[in-house]
T-cell receptor, first 112, second 116 residues
Framework: NAGVTQTPKFRVLKTGQSMTLLCAQDMNHEYMYWYRQDPGMGLRLIHYSVGEGTTAKGEVPDGYNVSRLKKQNFLLGLESAAPSQTSVYFC???????????FGSGTRLTVV | AQSVAQPEDQVNVAEGNPLTVKCTYSVSGNPYLFWYVQYPNRGLQFLLKYITGDNLVKGSYGFEAEFNKSQTSFHLKKPSALVSDSALYFCAVRDIGGTGRRALTFGSGTRLQVQP
């Protein structure tokens, strides 16, 4: 049982490049989330999904897009990377909100 | 809107002493409250939660937290700290009665340093 798997684990992008971060969960969870973690700011919600085919904006959605075509996968896209998007990105999933979240191990992204 | 505050960036405690990591929250309805721990270069791990019922909740690794509705607080506690408890701790809240986002809002984190 792998839980929540994020790929890649590390990536360096040049300003203006695009990329997709993949989150996969094998727990049949309905809810999935993308957060970014920056020093002193905790985790901030980028986008989330309450079920297959649904997505919603979080606190800091600008510059990101997401898709949830399959229940087990939640993709985060950066259309045109900017240095301000340098961060550690965490995906999480939950069966129901009262159970809490299961987090992936994170993707460290540097935009130069 | 839901929000959570962790007023201390860092807490230092000697091994064997009790520890407290503070958290206060703001919601319009009733809260779901969570504590997570993050070890270096790892994802967040669930410690404990308050959904309803007893105000004192017990969680993993000997941690507990007390829900105080009048003070809107959910402080994390442990009777006797271990060096291995040194990590970054996050409090999180979900406003069940609110109309906002259906996701947890996290605090800024508190780094716990336990000295031998």
């Amino acid at each position: 049982n792998a839980g929540v798997t994020q790929t890649p684990k590390f990536r360096v992008l040049k300003t203006g490049q695009s990329m997709t971060l993949l989150c996969a969960q094998d727990m049949n969870h309905e809810y999935m989330y993308w957060y970014r973690q920056d020093p002193g700011m905790g985790l901030r919600l980028i986008h989330y999904s309450v079920g297959e085919g649904t997505t919603a904006k979080g606190e800091v959605p600008d510059g990101y897009n997401v898709s949830r075509l399959k229940k087990q996968n939640f993709l985060l896209g950066l259309e045109s990377a900017a240095p301000s998007q340098t961060s550690v990105y965490f995906c999480a999933s939950a069966k129901r909100e009262i159970y809490g979240y299961t987090f992936g191990s994170g993707t460290r992204l540097t935009v130069v | 809107a839901q929000s959570v505050a962790q007023p201390e960036d860092q807490v230092n405690v000697a091994e064997g002493n009790p520890l407290t990591v503070k958290c206060t929250y703001s919601v319009s309805g009733n809260p779901y409250l969570f504590w997570y721990v993050q070890y270096p270069n790892r994802g967040l791990q669930f410690l404990l939660k308050y959904i309803t019922g007893d105000n004192l909740v017990k969680g993993s690794y000997g941690f507990e937290a007390e829900f105080n509705k009048s003070q809107t607080s959910f402080h994390l506690k442990k009777p006797s700290a271990l060096v291995s408890d040194s990590a970054l701790y996050f409090c999180a809240v979900r406003d069940i009665g609110g109309t906002g986002r259906r996701a947890l809002t996290f605090g800024s984190g508190t780094r716990l340093q336990v000295q031998p």
